[in-house]
T-cell receptor, first 113, second 117 residues
Framework: KAGVTQTPRYLIKTRGQQVTLSCSPI?????VSWYQQTPGQGLQFLFE???????NKGNFPGRFSGRQFSNSRSEMNVSTLELGDSALYLC????????????FGPGTRLTVL | AQSVTQLDSQVPVFEEAPVELRCNYS??????LFWYVQYPNQGLQLLLK??????LVESINGFEAEFNKSQTSFHLRKPSVHISDTAEYFC???????????????FGKGTKLSVKP
C-alpha cells in the first residue's frame, strides 16, 4: 500500500498570502488529521476530518481551515499568512476506530517571508 | 486537560549502551499512549503503542516501553543502541474515549537521541 502523501513538500510564501496544502491518505483510511510542528511549540493538533466532517479541532485561529473530499483526500488552508505560520505541516491518516494507528506523511515545509 | 512531559530534550549516548527516554503524562481519564520516531526531514513513524492489556509493549527494532499508571509514565528503553537509532523521539497521548477518535494526539516536546560511535 502506498503511504500518506503530501503536496507540495516545500512552499515559500509572503505575509498576507494564503496557502493550500494537500494530503492523500492511505487507501481505505477515512480519518485525516493535521498537525503543525515548530521548534518552539512542538507538535500541535490542528483538526481531524472523518467522512468529510470535522470531528475534532485544536486551538488555532480561524485562519486555519480544512476540508475533506469524498475520496478522503484532505486539504488545509491558511489565510492571511503570518511569519509565525512557518512550520512543518504533517498529515496523518487512520482507518476508523480509536485504536487504529495514525500513519504520518512526510510533511509540507512552509516558509513565510 | 491532557499533557505530556518529556523530561530530557537531548540524550547523548555511546553506541551499544542502554538508553531510557522518559515520558510522563497527565490525564483524568483512560488514555492511549504512543512513541513516535522522526528521522531528519521525514514524518513521524509509530514505534510502539499502549492501548490496553500488558503494560510492557515492544517494537520490532528492540525498543520497549512500560505503562505505569500509578506514576503516570511511559518511559522508552533500549538495552543496546545503534548509530541508526539517532533521531528525535516523541511521546504522545490520546483520549480514546472521547468521541471514539484518536485524531487529537497530544505530543511531548520531543527528545533528541544522539548515538555516538
Amino acid at each position: 500500500k502506498a503511504g500518506v502523501t503530501q503536496t507540495p513538500r516545500y512552499l515559500i510564501k509572503t505575509r498576507g498570502q494564503q496557502v493550500t496544502l494537500s494530503c492523500s491518505p492511505i487507501s481505505g483510511h477515512r480519518s485525516v488529521s493535521w498537525y503543525q510542528q515548530t521548534p518552539g511549540q512542538g507538535l500541535q493538533f490542528l483538526f481531524e476530518y472523518f467522512s468529510e466532517t470535522q470531528r475534532n479541532k485544536g486551538n488555532f485561529p480561524g485562519r486555519f481551515s480544512g476540508r475533506q473530499f469524498s475520496n478522503s483526500r484532505s486539504e488545509m488552508n491558511v489565510s492571511t499568512l503570518e511569519l509565525g505560520d512557518s512550520a512543518l505541516y504533517l498529515c496523518a491518516s487512520s482507518s476508523a476506530s480509536s485504536t487504529d494507528t495514525q500513519y504520518f506523511g512526510p510533511g509540507t515545509r512552509l516558509t513565510v517571508l | 486537560a491532557q499533557s505530556v512531559t518529556q523530561l530530557d530534550s537531548q540524550v547523548p549516548v555511546f553506541e551499544e549502551a542502554p538508553v531510557e527516554l522518559r515520558c510522563n503524562y497527565s490525564s483524568s481519564v483512560s488514555v492511549y499512549l504512543f512513541w513516535y520516531v522522526q528521522y531528519p526531514n521525514q514524518g513521524l513513524q509509530l514505534l510502539l503503542k499502549y492501548l490496553s492489556g500488558s503494560t510492557l509493549v515492544e517494537s520490532i527494532n528492540g525498543f520497549e516501553a512500560e505503562f505505569n499508571k500509578s506514576q503516570t509514565s511511559f518511559h522508552l528503553r533500549k538495552p543496546s543502541v545503534h548509530i541508526s537509532d539517532t533521531a528525535e523521539y516523541f511521546c504522545a497521548v490520546s483520549d480514546g474515549l472521547r468521541g471514539g477518535s484518536q485524531g487529537n494526539l497530544i505530543f511531548g516536546k520531543g527528545t533528541k537521541l544522539s548515538v555516538k560511535p
